[in-house]
Nanobody
């Protein structure tokens, strides 16, 4: 059974850092692109970052460029989102999701498989 499990969320002060992890089981990461999608209270889901299979092309939404970095360890079947210089507006539930195919995407409706999410709260 294909599963994605996120970890690494928590409470952090503005300007701080967190690293989210997404562990896959029941399938290999080959031929899947992985995305991080977030949902803040009262807002729609937003594609934050995505990484493709193979050459590892990465996409970022404008608001996190230069602050977030996505990476993947295929051997460990784990994808990471390093988040630096966090802001209160980054507060959200962060979901890891997988889509068949090599190419990354920030479109939330492109993803077929979803984790349960991990809460990130940025507050002083």
């Amino acid at each position: 059974q294909l599963q994605l499990v996120e970890s690494g969320g928590g409470l952090v002060q503005p300007g701080g850092s967190l690293r989210l992890s997404c562990a896959a089981s029941g399938f290999t990461l080959d031929y899947y692109a992985i995305g991080w999608i977030r949902q803040a209270p009262g807002k729609e889901r937003e594609g934050v970052s995505s990484i493709g299979y193979g050459d590892g092309i990465a996409l970022y939404t404008d608001s996190v460029k230069g602050r977030f970095t996505i990476s993947r360890d295929t051997a460990k079947k784990t994808t990471y989102l390093q988040m630096n210089s966090l802001k209160p507006e980054d507060t959200a539930v962060y979901y890891c999701a997988a889509k068949p195919g090599s190419y990354p995407s920030l479109r939330t409706n492109a993803y077929h498989y979803w984790g349960r999410g991990t809460q990130v709260t940025v507050s002083s």
